[in-house]
Structures are given as structure tokens and as C-alpha cells.
């Protein structure tokens, strides 16, 4: 069982920067994708970024494009999500997750392309 850590959010005001880390416990598979979600309440979740096993491919949500980036560490298991110009509308709480064995190059975009995630972290943009 492959278990995600996932550093504390934060309470920042608009315009302010935040960077989430999360990292997987243990590496089972060859190759895996991973990714950022989010749930703000009373809305579904949604997709935020997601990055490929190579680092090479990059998918973002429109409403974060330009303001978040994902990056990722293979030696330490680890994905990064660094979030500037914050919006109140950011306000959630980020999942990461993994998507296993996903081709070296692809970066999914969907909930269920990703089997593993982590306990979730509440990131409140203050207006």
C-alpha cells in the first residue's frame, strides 16, 4: 500500500504564495504520474495540475494556468505544487495522488486515472 504525506496548507491572503508538498511512502511502481486536486465545500472535486513520471509533461486547470506549478522529485517520491496570486476562489482542500504505472509522458487529467491519495490539506485565501 502505497501512502501520501502531504505538507500542511496555510492560511495566506490574495495575492499571496503558497507550496504544497506531498510525498509517497514508498516507490512500487516503474513509472507513475501524479497530481493536485481540489474540493472547495458544498463543490465537487477538481482537477488541479499533474505532472508526468518524466517531468517532461505538465497539465494545469484553466483557473490555475499561469498561476500554479507542479514539480516533482523521483529520488524523494515527491511532488510539489507551488501556488502564487492566490485567489479567495482557491480555497479548498488539496489532495494529492498518483497515478501508477501511467506512461512516462502522460499527465492525467481525470479523478479516476489515479489510484492512491493522500489525506487532503486546507489551503483558505483570506479576501
Known amino acids: 500500500q502505497v501512502q501520501l504525506v502531504e505538507s500542511a496548507g496555510g492560511l495566506v491572503q490574495t495575492g499571496g504564495s503558497l507550496r504544497l508538498s506531498c510525498a509517497a511512502s514508498?516507490?512500487?511502481?516503474?513509472?507513475?504520474?501524479m497530481g493536485w486536486f481540489r474540493q472547495a465545500p458544498g463543490k465537487e472535486r477538481e482537477f488541479v495540475a499533474a505532472?508526468?513520471?518524466?517531468?517532461?509533461?505538465?497539465n494545469y486547470a484553466d483557473s490555475v494556468k499561469g498561476r500554479f506549478t507542479i514539480s516533482r522529485e523521483n529520488a524523494g517520491n515527491t511532488v510539489y505544487l507551488q501556488m502564487n496570486s492566490l485567489k479567495p476562489e482557491d480555497t479548498a482542500v488539496y489532495y494529492c495522488a498518483v497515478a501508477p504505472e501511467a506512461n512516462w509522458n502522460y499527465a492525467p487529467g481525470k479523478d479516476y486515472e489515479y489510484s492512491y491519495w493522500g489525506q487532503g490539506t486546507q489551503v483558505t485565501v483570506s479576501s
Open positions: 514508498r516507490r512500487t511502481f516503474s513509472t507513475y504520474a
Open positions: 505532472i508526468s513520471w518524466s517531468g517532461g509533461r505538465t
